[in-house]
């Protein structure tokens, strides 16, 4: 049985994809920067309707200091991200410019490693060095 973590993960995964598809066909006239903010207005709003809609509302102002931190950090480097992403994706193939978007995957378990001290076990480390070639075979050119 799969872990409860999992049916989540993969529905980020689908909705990245889906993402890309719709960021490309959505980008055709229009500035990416602009674009980016339009997509994160829809984010918002949604999202806010969500953890109205699900009891999840509590007061942010009680939050530590440190969460309010990370949050924020989190939030920059999600809005550089997306900035990155959609100029990409204006000017490359979604085909291309996705799966080097998710070297991310590979940079988290490192960061993983280096900064939360996590532990890959061996198997897991083939995965993600097969996903660091996949992209390395992507980025090269014939």
């Known amino acids: 049985m799969r872990e409860a973590w999992f049916p989540w993960a993969l529905g980020s995964a689908v909705f990245a994809a889906l993402t890309a598809i719709f960021a490309k066909l959505g980008l055709a006239g229009v500035n990416s920067d602009l674009a980016t903010l339009i997509r994160t207005a829809v984010i918002f709003v949604v999202l806010g309707v969500f953890v109205r809609a699900t009891g999840k509302w509590s007061n942010p102002l009680l939050l530590s200091r440190e969460t309010w931190t990370f949050l924020i950090l989190s939030g920059l480097a999600t809005g550089a991200s997306w900035v990155c992403y959609f100029r990409a994706l204006k000017v490359g193939d979604a085909s291309k410019v996705a799966p080097v978007d998710k070297l991310s995957l590979v940079l988290v378990a490192l960061f993983a490693v280096v900064f939360l001290h996590e532990r890959p076990n061996g198997r897991e480390w083939l ?7 996949g992209v390395l075979v ?3 050119k014939r």
Request: aromatic residues 0%.
């Open 127 to 133: 995965g993600i060095a097969m996903i660091a070639s």
């Open 138 to 140: 992507l980025a090269l």
